[in-house]
């Protein structure tokens, strides 16, 4: 009786000593691990983004189109004096050119696809000006290019004026003559000047040949 309570209290003893081993192990491969990981790294998974919000209470999807399988939205406030654009599900860019006290229309968002596909949103200003920034997109990523461009005459746009798959920024401008932007707001050069907007190539939507602009621009 004896002998096996002695075998029976070895026995506890051994596994007592391999769980202790086991809860060690773990212990300094848990310790190893939080050591090895960025301070502060979540261990959670994203929280989805709530309802877009505008300065101007509710806000309304002015216009919205698709680029290959990517829904675009444009967002405005009651006013039409803040918004922003929508890709996807959940990549927002703020439009910059309401701040110039630019107003939305629902002809605000101009889409062209192409090797580098592009989005503008422009918007009026001073009677028959307009201001328009564009978002370019490329393999699915989107950014803001930062720039804004002035047209005078009443129409912006974009276009593929030199052939090559990517849009530049027409601007028409009174006088009358056309003026050409790359995205990254260098001046390619301007058409000759008209005395009547739709004497313009390819008006109503304006579209130079590149051979038909020269610097410097009037």
Avoid at 10 to 19: D, E, G, N, P, Y
Avoid at 95 to 103: E, P, Y
Wanted: include cysteine; glycine fraction near 12%; charge should be positive.
């Amino acid at each position: 009786m004896g002998r096996g309570r002695s075998v029976l209290l070895t026995v506890l003893l051994s596994l007592l000593v391999a769980a202790g081993a086991v809860g060690a192990s773990a212990y300094l491969r848990i310790k190893r691990e939080a050591a090895a990981a960025p301070p502060n790294t979540p261990t959670t998974s994203a929280v989805p983004q709530g309802p877009v919000t505008c300065r101007v209470e509710p806000c309304s999807v002015m216009l919205a189109t698709i680029i290959g399988s990517t829904k675009i939205e444009l967002i405005a406030d009651a006013g039409a004096r803040s918004g922003r654009l929508r890709i996807g599900d959940d990549r927002l860019i703020e439009a910059t050119i309401t701040g110039r006290g630019a107003v939305l229309t629902p002809k605000s968002l101009h889409c062209t696809v192409g090797t580098l596909s592009a989005c503008m949103i422009r918007g009026d200003v001073d009677g028959n000006a307009m201001i328009g920034e564009v978002v370019v997109g490329r393999s699915g990523k989107w950014s803001a290019t930062g720039q804004q461009y002035l047209a005078t005459g009443g129409y912006l746009s974009l276009a593929n004026v030199r052939g090559d798959g990517a849009p530049e920024v027409v601007a028409v401008q009174r006088g009358y003559f056309a003026q050409v932007f790359t995205l990254d707001g260098a001046e390619i050069g301007c058409t000759a000047v008209v005395n009547k907007p739709d004497k313009l190539p390819g008006w109503p939507t304006v579209h130079p040949a590149d051979n038909q602009l020269r610097k410097p621009c009037p």
